[in-house]
């Protein structure tokens, strides 16, 4: 059973607040100023205590009646079984002592008449729907400041006709490709690709990152982003649910409802601490019963309701959920979406990094760099080999989405290469692709391993024309300039980090020595990415997987944390259990950082638990009592279990102020 919601138990607060108040005052009024009271019958002041109560116990704290209730007929305990199990027993005492507290022997009666605990039932009510509010605004608080993204996108678009007419819509009326206008100090309306004119974009609320980024004809942007200079107009591509705005709320509300393996501690412990702690209540009871002073009965019945007050694991049971909500929240303004709360548990321990190296490491944005015909090959209808090569291979590809095809097709384009319609294309992933044009079969895929080429680090694709080896290209790709510095970043944080490539040998190589990396796997094909995420781990290695295309969804679902960038497809994204919004390895820097933030926060809160009730526990037993005649009121008990668990949420808030 979930956590109600604030608005459900802040009314319910209020009520209890102001019914307890006054129950408190006659309960500590009593023994604080007993002349006062005396003039008061202590049969009216109890009925009023009861009156006040009743509704605290059986309408504010019906939503922990319903999950005890629940805990009690599937036998499976948790905190609440504490909570109302302690002050029910403080409740139905006080009740029968207001019915027939004139039938007790006199020695368990004082001053006042029959001690009466209504103020514990009533405080520690009202103090358990105080935390359970807190841990609401803290599930709250975590996706405010991404919802906050979601009203940064205007509400009217400045759509600009064929003519170049603007005219404002609203932005539910925005269909893809339409041209948006954007001016200075306005924020993105939809995802688009710059059509018109350019700008520096703050992108802060997206990436974390304070600097702003230039944007020019043909580069994305992202709705919600603020435009600080020029004006510019978009193409739409995406709008609605589909902007990367909606998606990223949607993850981070899907990894708030995610649970971490650590965060069933909780329930396990409770399996067996609940038990534990009725059965020392029972013990107690007798103890006191039989060994205790007089009077026994009143010892008892007080000793056995202050264990099972302060026993309450309330701050066990939130210890782990409101560190990774906040933890979560955290991630998200950093750039860091967290889908799934086992992978930011999962990634402290991990300790191989295995990182795909196109669109990775580098900018995703091969060029051609080396033409290489057969010598034999010459066709009629274009003017050099090289010509030829590259337009049937640019033909072939055109359908293809993998970064090396669109590479291929924007050299063709560059030298004005007529490109001919192609058919028939298929795709097969980690070889290449095939089509028909012109009457010609043509393949474009991996080249042999032996192939040589000119640029080290280049990538050879081999194209063949009616199953014979027409020549190669060669593709470069720039490593992208945040990459060196991550990888150290990465490095020190205690990962090794190995590269993954369908490149030759002599170019891996090459990337790996030039970046100072722990190691390389040349030649991968995408069912090999998968093999090789296990047989690292055969070889008892936690491995990270980080990747952005197709072709590395199998590898980022095997690993035990996949990392996906933001830039990359949306395969890839589904598949992993973290995606770096700007597809930056420093941002998976501070994923493995906020991790580790994560996990001592969660680690000091279940200390902060373990503590409280550790020392409470005897205390309220009365086990201290034959050395220092100490014993634990019911109410203080509650007073200390409340502010365990109001500790336990103030500790996992500083997480919001943590540096990654």
């Not at 609940?274 to 007089?294: D, Q």
């Not at 990459?483 to 944080?493: F, H, K, V």
């Given at each position: 059973m979930g956590l109600p919601d604030e608005r459900y138990l802040r009314p319910k607060f209020w009520v209890a607040l102001l019914l307890t108040l006054p129950v408190v005052f006659i309960s500590m009024g009593s023994m604080l100023a007993p002349d006062w009271f005396s003039q008061f019958h202590a049969r009216v002041l109890g009925w009023t205590e009861l009156v006040l109560t009743t509704p605290v116990f059986f309408w504010c704290g019906a939503p922990f009646l319903r999950r005890w209730w629940?805990?009690?007929?599937?036998?499976?305990?948790?905190?609440?079984?504490?909570?109302?199990?302690?002050?029910?027993?403080?409740?139905?005492?006080?009740?029968?002592?207001?019915?027939?507290?004139?039938?007790?022997?006199?020695?368990?009666?004082?001053?006042?008449?029959?001690?009466?605990?209504?103020?514990?039932?009533?405080?520690?009510?009202?103090?358990?729907?105080?935390?359970?509010?807190?841990?609401?605004?803290?599930?709250?608080?975590?996706?405010?400041a991404i919802r906050a993204l979601m009203d940064l996108a205007p509400k009217i678009a400045h759509r600009v006709d064929a003519h170049g007419h603007e005219t404002d819509v609203p932005l539910d009326e925005v269909v893809v490709g339409d041209r948006l206008r954007v001016r200075p100090g306005e924020h993105v309306p939809v995802d688009g690709i710059v059509d018109e004119g350019g700008s520096d974009l703050d992108e802060s609320m997206l990436t974390g990152e304070p600097e702003t980024v230039s944007k020019k004809t043909g580069d994305k942007v992202s709705a919600g982003t603020l435009n600080t200079t020029g004006s510019f107009i978009l193409s739409a591509e995406k709008i609605g649910k589909d902007t990367l705005l909606a998606q990223i709320v949607k993850l981070v509300e899907d990894a708030q409802?995610?649970?971490?393996?650590?965060?069933?501690?909780?329930?396990?412990?409770?399996?067996?601490?609940?038990?534990?702690?009725?059965?020392?209540?029972?013990?107690?009871?007798?103890?006191?019963?039989?060994?205790?002073?007089?009077?026994?009965f009143l010892h008892a019945m007080l000793n056995a309701v202050a264990v099972l007050i302060i026993s309450c694991p309330c701050a066990l049971g939130i210890a782990t959920p409101v560190s990774l909500v906040t933890g979560i929240g955290r991630g998200a303004q950093s750039g860091v979406l967290i889908k799934d709360a086992a992978a930011l548990e999962q990634l402290v321990s991990t300790n191989t990094l295995l990182i795909d190296k196109t669109g990775t490491l580098t900018e995703g944005k091969p060029q051609v760099v080396g033409i290489h015909p057969a010598r034999d090959l010459a066709l009629s209808s274009f003017s050099s080999p090289d010509d030829a090569l590259l337009a049937l291979a640019a033909a072939?590809?055109?359908?293809?989405?993998?970064?090396?095809?669109?590479?291929?097709?924007?050299?063709?384009?560059?030298?004005?290469?007529?490109?001919?319609?192609?058919?028939?294309?298929?795709?097969?992933?980690?070889?290449?692709?095939?089509?028909?044009?012109?009457?010609?079969?043509i393949f474009v895929g991996r080249a042999p391993a032996d192939s040589a080429a000119s640029h080290a680090t280049a990538t050879l694709v081999l194209v063949k024309i009616d199953g014979k080896d027409a020549?190669?290209?060669?593709?470069?790709?720039?490593?992208?300039?945040?990459?060196?510095?991550?990888?150290?970043?990465?490095?020190?944080?205690?990962?090794?980090?190995?590269?993954?490539?369908?490149?030759?040998?002599?170019?891996?190589?090459?990337?790996?020595?030039?970046?100072?990396?722990?190691?390389?796997?040349?030649?991968?094909?995408?069912?090999?990415?998968?093999?090789?995420?296990?047989?690292?781990?055969?070889?008892?290695?936690?491995?990270?997987?980080?990747?952005?295309?197709?072709?590395?969804?199998?590898?980022?679902?095997?690993?035990?944390?996949?990392?996906?960038?933001?830039?990359?497809?949306?395969?890839?994204?589904?598949?992993?259990?973290?995606?770096?919004?700007k597809g930056d390895l420093a941002a998976l820097a501070r994923a493995v950082r906020l991790s580790r933030a994560t996990l001592r926060?969660?680690?000091?809160?279940?200390?902060?638990?373990?503590?409280?009730?550790?020392?409470?526990?005897?205390?309220?037993?009365?086990?201290?009592?034959?050395?220092?005649?100490?014993?634990?009121?019911?109410?203080?008990?509650?007073?200390?279990?409340s502010l365990s668990s109001i500790s336990v949420v103030l500790n996992a808030l500083r997480l919001r102020r943590v540096k990654i």
């Open positions: 629940k805990s009690v007929r599937t036998l499976d305990t948790n905190m609440f079984t504490l909570v109302v199990t302690g002050t029910g027993a403080a409740y139905a005492y006080s009740v029968f002592a207001v019915f027939f507290g004139e039938r007790f022997p006199t020695a368990l009666r004082g001053a006042h008449g029959v001690p009466l605990y209504f103020e514990a039932t009533a405080f520690i009510t009202t103090i358990v729907l105080l935390g359970q509010i807190i841990e609401q605004r803290a599930h709250s608080r975590t996706d405010a409802e995610s649970e971490a393996p650590i965060a069933r501690l909780a329930d396990r412990v409770s399996a067996w601490f609940v038990p534990i702690v009725v059965g020392v209540a029972v013990l107690t009871f007798l103890l006191w019963y039989f060994a205790g002073p007089a009077p026994a072939a590809e055109t359908s293809s989405e993998h970064p090396l095809a669109r590479a291929i097709v924007h050299a063709a384009q560059a030298r004005n290469l007529p490109i001919p319609a192609s058919s028939h294309f298929n795709a097969t992933a980690g070889q290449g692709i095939s089509a028909e044009v012109d009457g010609r079969s020549g190669t290209l060669e593709l470069a790709d720039q490593i992208k300039a945040s990459t060196p510095a991550a990888i150290r970043q990465l490095q020190s944080l205690g990962l090794r980090v190995v590269m993954v490539s369908g490149d030759r040998e002599a170019a891996a190589q090459a990337i790996s020595k030039q970046l100072g990396l722990d190691g390389y796997h040349a030649g991968v094909t995408p069912e090999g990415k998968q093999q090789l995420v296990r047989e690292h781990q055969r070889n008892g290695e936690s491995v990270i997987f980080a990747g952005d295309g197709i072709n590395d969804a199998p590898a980022l679902a095997a690993a035990e944390v996949g990392i996906a960038m933001g830039t990359g497809t949306d395969v890839a994204m589904h598949s992993a259990g973290i995606v770096l919004v926060n969660i680690k000091q809160n279940l200390f902060f638990a373990f503590v409280y009730n550790g020392l409470g526990i005897p205390l309220a037993a009365g086990v201290f009592y034959p050395l220092f005649g100490w014993l634990l009121n019911p109410m203080f008990a509650g007073v200390a279990m």
